[in-house]
């Protein structure tokens, strides 16, 4: 009985203290954001109200919901106000971010890093370079939001795996929604349109992932990317073709299925080898597709009008029109519709079955949710360097700040000093702009980021 | 001519891409990689650059040859082969070459031809340098106006060799390859795409007669270049994944030791699913005698080849050339291990594992 008591009475106050964590906070409009999450615990949720806010805000709490409420018209606006780097950056596993406008941002509007069970919901992001970016994610959904504005990709999924993307909207960006070296995935009921390239499922070298499969594109609307390419000319963004409804780029196992294509000058479906782009440097990664399933799709109104590389590519043809281009060595790949769907470079398709069919796949997460590791120092400085420093910072060259080598010799003997600088940055260099506070990142992350430049980076 | 310009085409594969690199318009949503497109800004670091970058005079011409000499293969140093080449150039421009092989054998200059085409090859072999010298994402805008700069005097210094032999070409095959090679390669990077694949028809009609006149010519360099770019084009632009195969063998039974053929071949044989043929060349690879190679493609090649091994599940013959890479390396500490770091967002290593994605054990 004793036994049996003290079980209970530990299960209740597990219970209790559960219950006490999941505290609901407020944020006045107006107030720091970044001081209510400081203060939040594990599990909280964090209510911001309607207003603008002019800031950075970093999560590395697990089970953080933060939530944009809204006011009729008025709703909890981020505003980098093109000077701030990344509106909200989180590695806190199971976080929820939803509700909110940002704009204005120089690097990432929404980026989850590390983070696994997140959750991005409703959200508006306009004009990053990035608009919502989860990377090194486990499981977790993008769904409801609004991308426009994006010199790169407005929804990108990166180095991922079991992500769904459902009931987005995404238009005037480079790319609307890209999957990168992500593995089972799922893209459905998205409305993409408007942008340079639809959707871009792609594999890129000399990233720590080296496959991609298991990615689904099913119930989209694909509509009319036909915008300029306005990616800056430095960046792979800028190679991406001008006209594509949905680009395949080496990943494997990819069904593409039940969309409406439709109206995209230079070609409904391009699946190309990386050899094609240029690609093909990382001896780790096949370059090549295998195992592309196009089924039973839409298509009207594509490759009318072919742009840039694709009318290089299509000149020496003589052909227009066509829905579904192959560039790619890949096998065992397989179209629908043959008779009705013009293509080329399909030679060696084979016609797709029914039983391909992705019709019933209602998400590709994983069910109980993904494990939530608790990171160490040494990978919250990597994870954080990588998501926020080498926006501004390359290694060996000045990007938009100063060499990581430079920094490097300035502070190799003084960690303190390079750790104030961070938190509170004064301009010191002529020809550089002035870095903004890191100090919403934490005293214990930005320690973390300090000790791995000063003592593993290019080491 | 045997070779003496040890030319390699490790980029000439790159630069068959039919999309890619291209002119993107201007940004302006206020990114910081859109500042950096700035043209003014632009402008400024180039400017730097090239004040940076600038040789020091050498007014002798046997002081210009020996300074050429010393560094034209040093593809460890951009800085010290850029002038290298720069003063190899120099001397050869100050000799006088014929307008024909013939008059070149009467008037005793053949030696004036071969130091011109000696002089074109390291150049291209410089272009490879620099290829090699971007990052894989994203680079610096000092390191990327650095680079244009040096792209940019390469191309030139090419194109005056090459107007000074160009009356040769019909006579001296070796000259015809090397005008091939200087499309391929002079187009890898900062290059708009229509140049791109201009240069690639201009590259590919001349090998096909070169590889004609003489097939050895220049160890079999035609054949390689040839075969790489009809692996790269789609079949409906006249790719031809069989022939590329027959031409890259031949490339390499002509030049066992060039690294270039091994990874060239390799990579085809994989794209054609004959993994067994390119194990069993992995394996030949292996055992390549580095002293017949220039130091920076035999840690580069082996890195790329070793990392094929762990594409085809072969994880010890990777660690196989992971010592013999690491031994060079330690050997030659000037050589360069090509190790990339994050920029971006993208590259450096594995956040998680703090391991370099490039790593071959």
Redesign the interface.
């Known amino acids: 009985m004793k036994l049996h008591l003290t079980f209970g009475g530990a299960l209740i106050a597990a219970l209790l203290s559960s219950s006490a964590m999941a505290a609901e906070l407020r944020v006045v409009s107006g107030t720091s954001i970044q001081a209510v999450i400081d203060q939040a615990q594990a599990g909280d949720t964090i209510l911001v109200e309607p207003g603008e806010y002019k800031q950075s805000i970093y999560i590395d709490k697990p089970g953080i919901t933060l939530q944009g409420l809204r006011d009729g018209d008025n709703g909890a606006m981020l505003n980098g106000e ?1 000077k701030l ?1 990344d509106g909200i950056i989180a590695s806190g596993h199971s976080v929820v971010i939803s509700g909110f406008h940002v704009k ?1 941002y ?3 509007g929404i980026m989850t890093q ?1 983070a696994n069970n997140f959750k991005i919901l409703d959200n508006f992001v306009e ?4 608009g919502i ?1 989860p ?2 994610g486990k499981n977790g959904v993008v769904q409801g939001n609004t991308v426009t ?3 790169d990709a407005g929804i990108y999924v ?1 180095m991922s795996d079991n992500i769904d993307v459902v009931g987005n909207t995404t238009h005037g960006n480079v790319i609307g929604i890209e999957f990168e070296n992500t593995r089972n995935a799922l893209m459905t009921g998205n409305n993409v349109y408007d942008n340079s390239a639809g959707i871009a499922l792609t594999l ?5 992932v ?1 496959d991609s499969f298991g990615l689904v594109v099913r119930g989209n609307k694909v509509i009319a990317n036909n915008h ?9 963004a ?2 991406v ?1 001008t006209g594509i409804g949905i680009l395949v780029l080496a990943p494997d196992e990819v069904t593409i299925e039940d969309n409406e294509i439709s109206d995209n000058f230079s070609t409904g479906v391009l699946v ?1 080898d990386l ?14 597709s295998d195992k592309i399933r196009i089924l039973a799709n839409k298509w009207s109104g594509n490759g009318e009008k072919p742009a ?2 694709i009318a ?2 299509l000149a ?2 003589g052909k227009t029109g066509i829905e579904v281009l ?4 890949g ?1 065992d790949n397989c179209l629908a519709q043959a008779d009705g769907v013009d293509s ?2 399909t ?1 060696r398709w084979e016609a797709c079955t029914a039983e391909m069919s992705k019709a019933t796949m209602v998400t590709a997460m994983i069910a109980g949710g993904a494990e939530e590791p608790v ?1 160490t120092a ?2 919250k400085g ?2 954080t ?3 926020v420093c ?11 700040g100063p ?2 080598q430079s920094i490097k010799a300035l502070y190799s003997d003084d960690p303190a000093a390079m750790l104030a600088f961070v938190k509170k940055p004064v301009h010191k260099r002529e020809g550089f ?1 002035e870095m903004p506070p890191q100090d919403y990142l934490g005293e214990e992350t930005l320690k973390a980021i300090t000790n791995y430049v000063l003592n ?3 080491n | 001519m045997k070779h003496r310009l040890g030319l390699t085409a490790a980029l000439l594969s790159a630069s068959v891409l039919t999309m890619g690199a291209t002119a993107a318009v201007a940004a302006d949503s206020g990114s910081v990689l859109s500042d950096m497109s700035d043209p003014a800004l632009l402008e400024k670091y180039r400017k730097e650059a090239t004040e940076r970058i600038k040789c020091k005079p050498i007014d002798d011409w046997d002081a210009r040859m020996a300074a050429y000499r010393a560094a034209a293969t040093s593809k460890w140093d951009r800085a010290g082969m850029g002038c290298a080449v720069e003063y190899g150039t120099e001397a050869a421009m100050e000799l006088s070459v014929p307008s024909s092989a013939i008059w070149a054998f009467v008037t005793f200059r053949v030696d004036n031809i071969e130091t011109n085409l000696e002089v074109l090859g390291a150049n291209l072999e410089y272009f490879d340098v620099l290829a090699k010298s971007y990052s894989e994402h994203y680079q610096g805008i000092e390191l990327s106006s650095e680079l244009r700069v040096r792209w940019e005097q390469t191309r030139q210094r090419c194109d005056e060799i090459l107007a000074r032999i160009e009356p040769l070409i019909p006579d001296v095959t070796e000259a015809r390859i090397l005008r091939a090679a200087y499309y391929l390669a002079s187009t890898v990077k900062e290059t708009p795409l229509d140049k791109q694949n201009e240069a690639v028809a201009k590259a590919t009609a001349e090998l096909e007669i070169a590889i004609k006149e003489k097939p050895d010519a220049l160890n079999g360099l035609g054949q390689l270049m040839l075969g790489q770019v009809l692996f790269a084009l789609p079949e409906f632009l006249g790719g031809d994944a069989l022939r590329a195969i027959a031409l890259l063998e031949e490339a390499h039974k002509l030049n066992p030791a060039d690294m270039n053929a091994y990874r060239a071949l390799a990579e085809a044989y994989l794209g054609e699913r004959e993994n067994d043929k390119a194990i069993a060349l992995l394996k030949e690879a292996l055992a390549t005698d580095a002293a017949g190679v220039n130091p920076q493609d035999y840690v580069d090649a082996f890195k790329f080849l070793g990392g094929l091994g762990i594409r085809v599940g072969l994880p010890e013959l990777a660690a196989q050339f992971a010592d013999k890479r690491e031994a060079m390396l330690k050997e030659k500490p000037d050589l360069l291990a090509r190790k990339e770091t994050a920029a971006f967002g993208h590259g450096g290593e594995d956040p998680l594992t703090g391991k370099d994605p490039s790593a071959l054990k």
């Open positions: 093109k780097n204005g120089k690097g990432n590390g004009g990053a370079f990035y970016f990377q090194f504005g994006c010199e990166g890129l070298p000399g990233l720590p080296k300029e390419n306005f990616a800056p000319s430095s960046s792979i800028a190679g073709p190309s050899i094609t782009f240029g690609l093909a440097t990382d001896p780790k990664i096949d370059p090549y840039g590389a290089e590519m020496p043809t192959v560039a790619n060595k096998r080329l470079g030679k990171y040494e990978q990597r994870l360097y990588l998501a080498s926006g501004c910072h390359a290694y060996d060259s000045v990007l938009h060499s990581i702009p593993e980076l290019g």
